[in-house]
């Protein structure tokens, strides 16, 4: 069965495996004590910090462990702002962030800090003139992702990280997604990763603090990894981590060739045999393994099964799928269709004739979720030149199908006022109208959700 879900978790390499049960038999020891199997245990630890401060690019007094990749963004993020508490109490973040990010941002808010969301645009990218134009004389930290997690765009994190680096501002940045692929350019300040990404075992995450970076660790002070990730380290999955990160580091130029050439496939191919769908994130600067699309008129979820009935293991970003029925943060921020989302992540080493049989799987699951949800008849009320419609209490995509099915009733200036409180509808209506060559007028307060107003262009 194909996994093509990799950005969530990519399947456990050979090498990982391997060093994994090695390491059992040696790592098993205290490394803080000084007896022959603290000593052993020490040296494993050791040699694995040297090699994760080579693959990072820096030093290995800078290498901390810490019980997940989540953990090192909580704790990198909690511990700079600590430690240049004085400087000020705002950070600045994308609004795309990885959802630790975010809710690091949160809490930090929630303690009496301030947080600049920088926007991104529709290709889900930053500039680096929107955060220096952003960091202001108290700024005590801005964080980036390397590249988005959903649609795979890459950021331009050397250009930022040399904004804050003469603005005299520490940026920390989420790597998880690509410190597989390559080292993260340019003066960054604070770094985290984690190693089921990679095709490393879960619970193993990587935070890097440079020398001269300002950091207070917060919560009770622990001995062990210099003060900054409490607990006993997990020697035999630390170990297995890092040999999995050298051995895909390895690959990774032949690798990443081999993925863009397949995702471009995807791309190319799903725009030409499906209609109605939108292809997102940046056709150029993304990870060689992602690739993301919208489809009108489908239940995200509904998709997802359909596809897990073919074989394939995809995920999604859809309202539909998820359980606070929301977008998702980033396909909001970018402004682009939410319904009907699938993400397409290739773990290395996909087979060329596995993209070939989702690419001809994927129109007839598409096309077999629309007839399935049909076309509910909308319930309008119509005037000379303005159509009402009623798709309060319903969710992705009906309010967009009914949308569709009426645009057509209004002569060519008129408008249709649809009436929904769905909170995908503010996301993905604007999205149709963009795709359809229609303007959307905008949104207004009704007595039950909103009014979406639509004037019919063509």
């Given amino acids: 069965m194909p996994y093509f879900d990799a950005a969530s978790a990519a399947p456990l390499h050979p090498v990982a495996r391997q060093a994994l049960l090695a390491s059992l038999d040696e790592g098993w020891a205290d490394p803080a004590r000084l007896h022959r199997e603290g000593r052993r245990a020490r040296l494993l630890l050791d040699a694995a910090r040297e090699a994760a401060a080579d693959a990072v690019g820096c030093r290995p007094d800078e290498v901390v462990f810490t019980p997940s990749g989540t953990r090192a963004v909580h704790s990198g993020v909690a511990g700079a702002l600590a430690g240049r508490r004085r400087a000020g109490r705002h950070l600045i973040v994308s609004a795309v962030e990885h959802s630790s990010v975010l809710h690091s941002a949160e809490a930090f808010e929630s303690a009496g800090g301030t947080v600049t969301r920088v926007p991104v645009l529709r290709s889900g990218a930053v500039t680096a003139a929107s955060y220096a134009g952003a960091l202001r004389p108290d700024t005590a930290l801005a964080c980036l992702q390397s590249a988005n997690h959903e649609v795979g765009t890459e950021q331009p994190v050397a250009e930022v990280a040399e904004a804050c680096r003469e603005a005299g501002v520490p940026l920390f940045v989420d790597a998880a997604q690509s410190l597989g692929w390559g080292p993260v350019a340019g003066p960054w300040s604070l770094l985290a990763a984690s190693a089921h990404k990679w095709g490393g075992p879960s619970g193993v995450g990587l935070l890097v603090v440079r020398k001269g970076v300002r950091?207070?660790?917060?919560?009770?002070?622990?001995?062990?990894?210099?003060?900054?990730?409490?607990?006993?380290?997990?020697?035999?999955?630390?170990?297995?981590?890092?040999?999995?990160?050298?051995?895909?580091?390895?690959?990774?130029?032949?690798?990443?060739?081999?993925?863009?050439?397949?995702?471009?496939?995807?791309?190319?191919?799903?725009?030409?045999?499906?209609?109605?769908?939108?292809?997102?994130?940046?056709?150029?600067?993304?990870?060689?393994?992602?690739?993301?699309?919208?489809?009108?008129?489908?239940?995200?979820?509904?998709?997802?099964?359909?596809?897990?009935?073919?074989?394939?293991?995809?995920?999604?970003?859809?309202?539909?799928?998820?359980?606070?029925?929301?977008?998702?943060?980033?396909?909001?921020?970018?402004?682009?269709?939410?319904?009907?989302?699938?993400?397409?992540?290739?773990?290395?080493?996909?087979?060329?004739?596995?993209?070939?049989?989702?690419?001809?799987?994927?129109?007839?699951?598409?096309?077999?979720?629309?007839?399935?949800?049909?076309?509910?008849?909308?319930?309008?009320?119509?005037?000379?030149?303005?159509?009402?419609?009623?798709?309060?209490?319903?969710?992705?995509?009906?309010p967009v199908i009914e949308l569709a099915k009426v645009i057509g009733d209004v002569p060519v200036g008129g408008t249709v006022r649809i009436l929904a409180d769905d909170e995908a509808a503010r996301l993905d209506i604007p999205a149709w109208c963009q795709m359809r060559g229609q303007e959307y007028v905008g949104e207004e307060p009704a007595d039950r959700g909103s009014a979406h107003l639509v004037r019919r262009l063509v």
Avoid: W
Wanted: aromatic content about 4%; glycine content about 10%; overall charge negative.
């Fill in 215 to 398: 950091f207070a660790p917060q919560g009770p002070v622990d001995e062990r990894e210099s003060g900054r990730a409490a607990g006993f380290e997990n020697i035999p999955a630390i170990v297995a981590a890092v040999a999995s990160l050298r051995a895909v580091r390895a690959e990774a130029a032949a690798e990443a060739t081999r993925l863009r050439e397949l995702t471009g496939r995807i791309r190319a191919g799903v725009a030409r045999a499906v209609p109605d769908v939108e292809v997102v994130g940046d056709a150029e600067r993304r990870l060689p393994g992602i690739v993301t699309f919208s489809c009108l008129y489908v239940d995200g979820e509904t998709l997802l099964h359909e596809l897990d009935r073919e074989g394939f293991s995809v995920s999604s970003g859809s309202s539909c799928t998820s359980s606070t029925l929301t977008p998702s943060h980033v396909l909001r921020a970018m402004g682009v269709l939410s319904e009907g989302n699938v993400r397409v992540s290739l773990p290395p080493g996909t087979a060329e004739e596995d993209v070939e049989r989702f690419l001809a799987v994927l129109p007839g699951a598409v096309a077999g979720v629309r007839d399935t949800l049909g076309a509910p008849a909308p319930t309008a009320v119509t005037s000379e030149d303005e159509l009402v419609v009623d798709a309060l209490g319903k969710l992705c995509p009906i």
